[in-house]
């Protein structure tokens, strides 16, 4: 186990029983206190991603703004947001992705990305991996091309690495 892993497991605090009854929540909450290790996040992900493998930087709303913006500084690379609907307010386009109750969507500018960049979508964790691919799908529409994904947390036994097929798939942790 790498020391930033260990920093991790140790900072994300579980809490059991929400958002329902059953579900054992990985709570950043911890981690996003911690200056030094949000910084030892955006130097593992810059490590792993710069050195012009990647164009730009798609984070999902919300929690991906949150690793994603400062990568995308670090790189020197432009900042995506992946929204949920309603809170773009120029021309978009959508993609919507099965809940375990329901439906979501989320959205993009038109002009986003151009059709020659390589985008890395991010967020705090994989799980089923539904969100993380319909953001894919709506990178690949502006004829971007996913160059693969970065997770501070992975569930592994929710197989959601499995869901994204043969895409780059970086998880820092897993549980």
């Known amino acids: 186990m790498s020391s930033l892993d260990a920093r991790l497991k140790s900072a994300i ?15 950043i909450t ?12 955006t130097a593992r992900f810059a490590e792993r991603w710069g050195g012009g493998k ?12 949150l690793f994603g913006m400062p990568l995308a500084m670090r790189l020197g690379v432009p900042f995506v947001p992946a929204r949920k609907p309603g809170k773009l307010p120029y021309h978009r386009i959508s993609e919507s992705y099965a809940l375990e109750y329901g ?5 993009l500018h038109t002009d986003a990305l151009a059709a020659s960049q390589r985008a ?20 690949e529409k502006l004829g971007a091309k996913v160059a693969g994904f970065g997770f501070v947390i992975e569930l592994g036994f929710l197989d959601g690495r499995k869901a994204l097929g043969d895409y780059a798939v970086d998880a820092i ?3």
């Open 173 to 175: 942790v897993q549980f």
């Open 13 to 27: 605090r579980d809490v059991p029983d929400f958002p329902k009854p059953g579900i054992l929540f990985k709570d």
């Open 103 to 107: 439906t979501a969507t989320l959205e």
């Open 30 to 41: 911890p981690v996003l206190a911690d200056p030094a290790l949000m910084e030892a996040i």
């Open 54 to 65: 990647i164009d730009a930087v798609v984070g999902m709303e919300s929690r991906g703004f």
């Open 120 to 139: 890395l979508v991010i967020d705090d964790l994989i799980a089923t991996g539904g969100t993380a691919l319909a953001t894919a799908k709506l990178v």
